[in-house]
């Protein structure tokens, strides 16, 4: 079985957003950009269910790189957990929209002959929807997102969705197939820097120019205003050392009549 | 016909899921700002169970195939796309969902019309409308002009009061026929949620944790404060996905929704994913180092400190 894995990037959760000049982005100069975490989940899974079947499965990461972030290091991490093949496609313009970026894989996966394609459930950037089901309808595939298991079973791929209230249900699906990977089975693994160096010696990126994967897809609306949430309902906060925050805590627990 | 089109959700047999009239709020205020009709869509094997409480819609289509008796995201992806294709509607409204998320990305680029996505807001100014979405796990509320096209709006749960838009009646029920092709995919089996050793949902205080714990090895810490609380642990996504706490203690969109009297928050950023589970809850308070993190604009009292230092404090203060 062959599955792509297409990842892309997202400003690091723990960064502080501006809005740019125009009002209608994030400033991305000023940001660091790191890999989606979901992204990071499919990868996982994908390695997982290779290694479970032990049959030869190669896995493909294909890496959107708009030149914001170390897509290359990202590569090299995801060839050292025991990915087989490494592709960057390069110029690929910042802040592309999930229609866009729908596009230039379903070019890419379209000429390719996967069995499957992981990918991250959501990024913190999908504004104009969710990879998955737009690659989906790229593919003339189906799509089955907010998974946390995959397994295979002859020609299908029997997986595990989620719904919401932890209520679960299992689908087979026939592949061809594009999967929203919520969370992998187990947590993704963490390899040593020094795995990623070993790697490096003698792994190799191909790399695809972004402009003869076609013009990306248009999310059909404008961003018009960026703002922050307004910090209106703001909670009260309890200062001074840890030892005195825990004790007006206390007091404000009491006053609700809650005894501790 | 150019109406506002809100595609509800059930996965109970008999009753439709509370986000379906979330929906039928929104899209009833956004259908008489454009001044048009607001029409629910059911989709299902039957449909008949779902339709005793959508009052606030002026018209019901219903798509109704065998195929469709378990939610299946191409099968109903082909429903919804009939739908857009026999009605043309000005809007059509789904919800951020398990169920939503499958369908409106395909649907939008099958039929070609713009998405837009985590909306929580949703404003009409002469027939244009911008839609504002919550993105980058809350930190920047981000605002889409759609001018006056047809477009399909990805509307995030806990957006809008579902009590607003529910309401005993049924209007006219118009059919929609579907072309049950081969979906290549088959329901299987539905699973319940395990029963956890805790049930969070009916416990009067809880202490949850974050990704802010940093390592499995801390939470004997996280438990000794809960314990000397009186409350019981749960936690946030990431822990639960790292197998550190069972899915029977997360609080959010895929965990549990809770209402405790007390809702202490550590090391927890505020995701909307996790407040949707939490912020009905009654006294709530939040411990993170980042003084700018979202749980504190939903929290009643904040300590901007380190959970490593403030969980023992109050440990103590507690015994």
Redesign the interface.
Known sequence: MDIAVPIRTV?D??E??E?DPDGTD?DREWTEFVLNEFDE?AVEEAVLLKEARDEGDTITVVALDDGLAEVEQMLYTAAAKGVDRLVRIIDVPPGLS??GA?SLLGSFLGDGDFDAVFTG??S???????????L???LD??????ITGVDVDGDEL?VE??????????????TP?VL?I??AS??PRYVAVSQIRRVMRSAEIETVDAADLGAP?E?????????????????????GS??E???A??D??AD?G?E? | MSDVYVVTEH?APESL?G?SYELLNAGRGVADDLGVDLVAVVVGGDTDGYLDELGVADRVVGVTDASLD?????AY?SAVESVVSQASPRLLLTSV???G??????V???TD??????VTDVSVDGGDV??T??????????????GG?P?IL?VA?GAYDADGGRESGTPEVEEVGVDAAD????????????AGDVDITRVD?LLAIGRGIGEEDNIPMAEETAD???AALASS?PLT???WLP??R?VG?????VQP??YVAAGI?GAPEHIEGMKNSG????INT?E?A?I???????????LF??L???T???E
Not at chain 1, 161 to 174: I, L, N, Q, R
Not at chain 2, 183 to 191: N, Y
Not at chain 2, 296 to 306: K, N, P, S
């Open positions: 400003p959760p723990v502080e957003l809005a994030i989940h999930t229609s729908a459930v959501q913190a950037e999908d504004r104009d929807g969710q990879l998955a089901g737009m989906g309808h790229e595939v189906p799509n089955v997102c907010v029997v969705k989620e719904f919401s209230g932890g209520v679960t249900a299992t689908y087979a699906v026939d197939a929203g919520q969370a187990e947590p897809a999310p059909g609306s404008d961003v018009v205003g960026l703002h922050e949430p307004e910090r209106g309902g703001e909670a009260e906060m309890l200062t840890p030892e925050a825990a004790a805590l206390a404000v627990l609700h809650m501790v | 996965q899921d986000v378990e939610f299946n995201p191409v992806a969902t398990s169920i998320m499958d369908v409106a990305p395909r939008a680029r099958s019309l713009p998405l837009v996505s985590y911008v839609a979405s919550q993105l980058y796990g809350g930190k920047m509320f981000v605002d889409s002009a759609l096209d477009a990805a749960k979906a290549g995919i088959r329901f299987v089996e539905r699973h319940e949620p395990e205080r000397a609380l009186g996504r996905d790292n197998k899915k029977s997360q969109k895929s965990g549990k929704t009297d007390l950023s006294l709530i308070v939040a980042d700018e979202p504190f604009d939903y929290a009643d009292y904040g300590i901007a400190g380190d230092e403030v023992p404090a109050l103590e203060q507690a």
